[in-house]
């Protein structure tokens, strides 16, 4: 049950909306169309200017606060959700706002560190250089000399962000309860997924974790610098961070002036974040021009690490086989991944959600490949799900902010960028590493350890197994259709499991022959010819003991 606060809350918001014209969009529901004639005797109908809902919805999320705001960003770059001129005005949406008080500011470090801050620094700078909504940036000098900044969390931030998700998720219900198409956009889900970044971004401590993460994996990287973090100095609401120095990456003129290759830099961009994709699946996922700077030799400086985000196997493969196929203008290929993967109903038409996918689709390979945009890819395939009911994946919210994000970067640092030419090398090596022969060993080289750990014990677990058989204590629980698959597989497997363990011994036993390198060349030679020959025995036993089908 919402809070008594709450109800003084909503007033607040009916009159910003009201004040912003949007009371319009509100009575065009079918909920309140009965009543919309009363619309005429409203004085703000008569007095607000003539702009549109677009501009209209960014000034409300501006005046309504941080939370808001934040929220907007991140809804402009769910297109799929939002027509194109309230989508673009979003994406208008700055996290600037005003800095809390310098004494607050003192007075949240020295309880943070029992200290006040002229002790804990041998300077700090008591004004801030950069606010944002969830906390503000001071520079300080360490008494060894090194230059760092202090991130600040804004005092009572927690209950402000309670209570302004409690009224988001009573919006999103409220959606699902009385729009057609809110079930199947899942706005409580949307909700959920920002209020679990928003409130991962209060503990600085994760910032912390997530920044020493991203410079592990790009230690030594020529293509992106992440600054050091001071453990020491690391608590839940201040973080001590290497202060940089760059230029930020919207200012063109002097990208130029410093002699930085423009095009070069987009590459990088491009080759960055496919890198943390698929190399690494782990990623910047607040990657607006305010989080990014360039060092003079064009080397990318990453800054603030509260939202990161990462992908399972199953959505990084999902990815990469839908964007080749996607180019490859393989259509049936996309509309089977769409039903294999659960996001589209099983008994769809694959004819039928091919063609609508085509349909959309081939407009835009009409343009040349550099025109083409991969997050508006992603933005016209949810789109041509939802006529097939797919339920859009609050997971994947983060990678369309990010790529879309990306993008809008590299085309402006470079108009003519190739976002397919970068991305092709790295999706297509990662579909080659999942099949085929480098997965097997990869899958071998991960699990030889654990199988060289249990082997020992399979003799007596198998003991265990027949021992309780024999006394007549092994139970099984299986219905009849169990059963029947159980009969059909123990039909196709009696006459070729003791080949099968018999190969399997030759190979493990060659294993462990060619393990013991030194022994074997002190016994057999410069060559150990008996693994070998073993090996290859094994493996012929196994190809003859292959499944097939039962007489």
């Known amino acids: 049950m919402a809070r008594f ?31 919309r004639f009363l619309k005429i005797a409203m004085p703000w109908t008569w007095l607000a200017r003539k702009t549109g809902r677009g501009v209209r919805i960014r000034r409300t999320l501006e005046d309504l606060g941080p939370i808001f705001v934040k929220f907007g960003q991140i809804l402009s770059t769910r297109r799929d959700l939002l027509p194109d001129d309230i989508a673009d005005e979003l994406a208008k949406l700055q996290d600037q ?7 607050l500011a003192r007075e949240i470090i020295t309880r943070a560190y029992g200290q006040s801050p002229d002790k804990v620094f ?20 360490l008494q060894d000399g090194t230059e760092v900044i202090v ?23 409220k959606l699902e309860s009385f729009w057609s198409a809110g079930k ?3 706005p409580v889900e949307v909700v959920a997924e920002f209020e679990k970044t928003i409130l991962d971004e209060l503990d600085l401590m994760r910032e912390a974790a997530n920044a020493s993460q991203l410079r592990r994996n790009f230690l030594n990287s020529e293509e992106l610098y992440v600054p050091e973090v001071y453990w020491p100095y690391a608590r839940r609401n201040v973080l001590v961070m290497e202060r940089i120095e760059g230029i930020p990456i919207g200012n063109i003129d002097e990208l130029k002036a410093a002699g930085i290759d423009l095009e070069k830099l987009a590459d990088r961009g491009v080759n960055i974040f496919f890198t943390q994709v698929y190399n690494h699946s782990f990623f910047h996922a607040d990657m607006h021009p305010g989080n990014i700077f360039v060092s003079k030799q064009g080397q990318y400086i990453a800054v603030d690490f509260g939202i990161m985000g990462t992908l399972t196997a199953s959505d990084q493969r999902y990815l990469a086989e839908n964007f080749l196929a996607f180019f490859n203008r393989d259509y049936r290929r996309v509309a089977q991944l769409h039903i294999d993967s659960g996001w589209v109903d099983k008994n769809t038409p694959v004819g039928e959600f091919e063609a609508a996918i085509r349909t959309v689709c081939e407009p835009i390979f009409d343009k040349p490949l550099k025109e083409i945009s991969f997050g508006h890819l992603l933005i016209r395939l949810f789109e041509t799900g939802r006529r097939f009911n797919m339920e859009v994946q609050p997971q994947l919210v983060l990678l369309e902010k990010t790529l879309l994000n990306i993008e809008g970067l590299g085309r402006q640092l470079n108009p003519d960028l190739d976002l397919w030419k970068s991305a092709k090398p790295f999706l297509q090596r990662w579909v080659a590493e999942q ?13 030889i ?34 059963m029947d698959d159980l009969r059909r597989e123990i039909h196709r497997t009696s006459r070729r499991n003791f080949a099968a363990i018999t190969g399997a011994g030759f190979i493990i036993s060659a294993a462990v022959i060619y393990a013991l390198d030194g022994y074997a060349k002190s016994m057999l030679g410069d060559f ?24």
């Not at 962000?161 to 009224?167: A, C, G, M």
């Not at 196994?542 to 499944?547: M, Q």
């Open 122 to 141: 041998k300077q700090f700078e008591a004004t801030p250089f950069a606010s944002a909504s969830i906390a503000q940036v001071h520079g300080a000098v």
């Open 184 to 186: 199947q956009l899942r």
């Open 435 to 447: 099949v085929g022969p480098r997965a097997v060993l990869r899958h071998l080289k991960e699990n």
């Open 5 to 35: 606060g709450d109800f003084f809350r909503l007033i607040y918001i009916s009159q910003v909306l009201m004040r912003n014209g949007l009371d319009e969009l509100i009575l065009a529901s079918h909920l309140f169309r009965p009543v």
């Open 151 to 173: 991130k600040v969390l804004r005092p009572g931030i927690l209950p402000v962000i309670k209570r302004d998700i409690r009224l988001l998720y009573t919006i999103a219900e």
């Open 528 to 551: 150990p010819v008996v693994s070998w020959m073993m090996g290859g025995l094994g493996v012929a036993i196994l190809f003859a003991a292959w499944p097939r089908e039962p007489d």
């Open 449 to 482: 350890p654990l199988w060289a750990e249990r082997l020992p014990q399979m003799p007596n677990m198998l003991f265990d197994v027949l021992e309780q058989a024999k006394q007549g204590n092994l139970q099984m629980e299986l219905d009849s259709k169990q």
């Open 97 to 103: 706002v005003p800095p809390f008080a310098d004494k």
